[in-house]
């Protein structure tokens, strides 16, 4: 089970955005997901294949980044644009 949510970074904190903050946006929350997913998709791109021999694609994290729990949040087919 995982539970999503739509963080904004800023270079020493992060802030949830919560539905009054989309609200404040007058943005429909449901409109965010999808931007905030391709953001994603768009900026994690250091990954490097695990097992390149494995008959599936099996990859892992070749950063720092802190961002390992969000990437199980990529669609299913997912391939980096860049790998190390």
Do not use: H
């Not at 999808?34 to 494995?54: H, I, N, Q």
């Amino acid at each position: 089970m995982l539970v999503e949510a739509i963080g904004l970074d800023f270079e020493r904190s992060m802030q949830l955005v919560t539905a009054n903050t989309a609200k404040d946006w007058g943005v429909p929350v449901d409109q965010l997901f999808p931007v905030a997913r391709a953001t994603l998709a768009a900026c994690v791109t250091e990954v490097g294949p695990y097992d390149p021999e494995s008959p599936y694609p099996l990859w892992y994290v070749t950063t720092d980044d802190s961002y390992e729990s969000s990437r199980l949040l990529l669609p299913d087919g997912w391939r980096p644009s860049r790998t190390r």
